[in-house]
T-cell receptor, first 114, second 115 residues
């Protein structure tokens, strides 16, 4: 069965620091990859996604992620975080051939101190 | 506004009672999903439905039941058989387009507390 690992449970940064959140998945075939964000008190929303093509994908609010197939990874990055980036971030994977199932990682809580 | 509505936002029930969580969408999506979110556990799929009058179990369906009588609605019943029902429940929907994966959109969630 597909599994998704997020390496950090809680990350604490100061404003303007750079961010990288790790995500690894287990399935070796075709995958669709996602990062979702859950701001305090708000809906879970899509930050960015990778289906095919350029492995470096850009999302909303200055976030980007790089798909490295050989490492089964899809790490999320942002060069300079803001206090408003404080949220919980979830990596999710859809395995090829399944048009419904999203497998989520356990989430990383990001706290950005002003 | 198009979107997904879940009600109520907070729900309290006594142990041993069944409780039904509402999910409605006006996005004209064919597929709907229920997830459970626990602290430090991410989201886990309970049930999903790709078409009216049809639904399938997800990874943690035991103790839950659903119905899909209308395209817009996908209520979830948490039964007394669910051993640990206190959690945050999220509903989602998506279009269904061939065999390709399609992005899921999420509702605001219902926080259920069983006393």
């Amino acid at each position: 069965a597909q599994s998704v690992s997020q390496h950090n449970h809680h990350v604490i940064l100061s404003e303007a620091a750079s961010l990288e959140l790790g995500c690894n998945y287990s399935y070796g075939g075709t995958v669709n990859l996602f990062w979702y964000v859950q701001y305090p008190g708000q809906h879970l929303q899509l930050l960015l996604k990778y289906f095919s093509g350029d492995p470096l994908v850009k999302g909303i609010k200055g976030f980007e992620a790089e798909f490295i197939k050989s490492k089964f990874s899809f790490n999320l990055r942002k060069p300079s975080v803001q206090w408003s980036d404080t949220a919980e971030y979830f990596c999710a994977v859809n395995s090829g051939g399944s048009n419904y199932k999203l497998t989520f990682g356990k989430g990383t809580l990001l706290t950005v101190n002003p | 506004d198009g979107g997904i509505t879940q009600s109520p936002k907070y729900l309290f029930r006594k142990e041993g009672q069944n409780v039904t969580l509402s999910c409605e969408q006006n996005l004209n999506h064919d597929a709907m999903y229920w997830y459970r979110q626990d602290p430090g556990q991410g989201l886990r799929l309970i049930y999903y439905s790709q078409i009216v009058n049809d639904f399938q179990k997800g990874d943690i369906a035991e103790g839950y039941s659903v119905s899909r009588e209308k395209k817009e609605s996908f209520p979830l019943t948490v039964t007394s058989a669910q051993k640990n029902p206190t959690a945050f429940y999220l509903c989602a929907s998506s279009i269904v387009q061939g065999v390709s994966y399609n992005e899921q959109f999420f509702g605001p969630g219902t926080r259920l507390t069983v006393l």
